[in-house]
């Protein structure tokens, strides 16, 4: 009995959490606005949209830096360490 009341709760929830992520995972397609596509405003295939960007760099990019690799990677090791160390010595 138990396990018939697990799988209509699974049966339940099955057709909602689809419909949900099929909804979250078409809507930033939805949003977005192309010629001639929905969401284009006009009959004649959209709308003339014209932007300029200048951005100034004044190096390297932070990701670039050796350093700062290496202590990405030593945090990581240092966390994988302590997560897969279970104390260690055991009490015979």
Same mark, same amino acid.
């Given at each position: 009995?138990?396990?018939?009341?697990?799988?209509?709760? !699974?049966?339940?929830?099955?057709?909602?959490?689809?419909?949900?992520?099929?909804?979250?995972?078409?809507?930033?397609?939805?949003?977005? !606005?192309?010629?001639?596509?929905?969401?284009?405003? #006009?009959?004649?295939?959209? !709308?003339? *949209?014209?932007?300029?960007? #200048?951005?100034?760099? #004044?190096? *390297?990019?932070?990701?670039?830096?050796?350093?700062?690799?290496?202590?990405? *990677?030593? *945090?990581?090791?240092?966390?994988?360490?302590?997560?897969?160390?279970?104390?260690?010595? !055991?009490?015979?």
């Amino acid at each position: 009995m138990n396990s018939l009341l697990k799988r209509a709760r !699974t049966a339940v929830w099955t057709l909602p959490a689809v419909m949900l992520n099929a909804f979250l995972l078409s809507a930033p397609v939805l949003a977005q !606005t192309g010629a001639g596509g929905a969401g284009g405003g #006009t009959s004649s295939g959209g !709308t003339d *949209v014209s932007t300029s960007t #200048t951005t100034t760099s #004044t190096g *390297v990019e932070w990701y670039g830096q050796w350093w700062i690799w290496a202590v990405g *990677v030593a *945090v990581f090791l240092i966390i994988v360490i302590a997560l897969t160390n279970r104390g260690g010595r !055991t009490n015979p």
